[in-house]
């Protein structure tokens, strides 16, 4: 077991309450579902110098118009904000107009590569990333999973990479992986070979959340099926795997993404849960014994091989604890499938 990073924590007290009251705030703090407003709320509020981030979508609901407003508030106090956005995404256009009239500097990234993360560092010292992005939807109703990171070594880093997208987004940041505090930086291609080392790696237990896995038969040796495979192999040798994924009631395209990874991690003996279908689980949560990776990459072809994405794995029991409680709230693993479903 790592040392832990944080107060210790009372997992049954875990599976009913939102995350941030379970912890007292410290280097390494889940920020999930509900938290994540008041959280990057409470960050720009803060900052004194600086403020960047990079998100797939900026929205023109009420919980953007307040993010914006405390953005616009940031700049006429001479704070510095910079943000990336993905061209991709219509609404994204009018973010940046609302965004550059506040005195920001805002644009779009490439339109040769997807910019899929969910990041944004504050003061170069404090980083806010995981799967929250920044809509009304994904803040107010998914079930989401971020980390809230106190460290100036990672802000740094994440700094640095955001600088590099800045530059050129389409270029693969040159940015080797750095630790601090228990806490190991993952970004774009770093993603595959540091989950798979975990699942291979894994006595105990092995926990994912996740909203898209699109495992396919015909892919044999691709990265998605290699990790999806790795579950299975896992099982097999008795460590206790369980994964959840989205079940929708309206995104009839992810339900026939994730189905094959379904029925193969049933069939294998892996337990399997659907989410509750009026609730989108939009995590993407990777745990392994004491270990987790939390961020912004799904278990696809584009996410693995393509698409910028940030991720973290923390070595720690405590959050891999909190996360292992998180796992079991109803609204994720709501049903459990069999081999027959």
Request: aromatic share 6%.
């Amino acid at each position: 077991m790592s040392m832990s990073l944080l107060r210790p924590i009372v997992v049954s007290a875990l599976l009913g309450c939102a995350g941030l009251s379970a912890w007292a705030e410290g280097p390494v703090t889940p920020v999930v579902n509900r938290d994540y407003l008041p959280t990057v709320l409470a960050l720009i509020n803060s900052a004194t110098n600086s403020i960047e981030y990079l998100h797939l979508e900026q929205h023109d609901g009420r919980a953007m118009r307040v993010i914006e407003a405390a953005l616009g508030a940031a700049v006429k106090r001479g704070v510095t904000v910079r943000g990336l956005l993905d061209d991709g995404i219509n609404f994204n256009a009018a973010a940046v107009e609302r965004m550059l009239a506040l005195g920001a500097d805002v644009r779009f990234d490439t339109p040769q590569k997807m910019l899929h993360n969910k990041l944004v560092v504050v003061d170069g010292r404090v980083v806010l990333l995981g799967s929250t992005n920044w809509t009304g939807n994904s803040m107010g109703n998914n079930n989401e999973t971020n980390l809230r990171l106190d460290d100036p070594l990672l802000a740094d880093y994440f700094a640095r990479y955001i600088a590099a997208l800045w530059a050129d987004s389409e270029a693969e940041p040159d940015l080797p992986s750095v630790e601090s505090g228990g806490v190991k930086t993952i970004i774009n291609r770093q993603y595959f070979p540091e989950v798979l080392g975990l699942l291979n790696g894994a006595t105990q237990r092995i926990r994912v959340v996740m909203y898209g896995i699109s495992y396919s038969p015909k892919y044999a040796g691709g990265k998605v099926n290699q990790l999806v495979e790795a579950l299975a192999t896992a099982h097999n040798r008795g460590v206790d795997v369980a994964v959840v994924m989205d079940l929708s009631n309206y995104n009839t395209i992810l339900n026939r993404v994730n189905g094959p990874a379904k029925d193969y991690l049933a069939r294998a003996g892996v337990a399997v849960y659907d989410d509750a279908k009026t609730v989108t689980t939009h995590a993407k949560v990777v745990l392994a014994d004491d270990a987790v990776v939390i961020g912004s990459a799904n278990w696809g072809k584009a996410a693995l091989e393509e698409r910028n994405e940030t991720s973290v794995l923390v070595q720690d029991a405590d959050v891999a604890d909190f996360f292992g409680a998180y796992f079991e709230r109803p609204s994720l693993s709501a049903t459990k499938r069999t081999a027959a479903d």
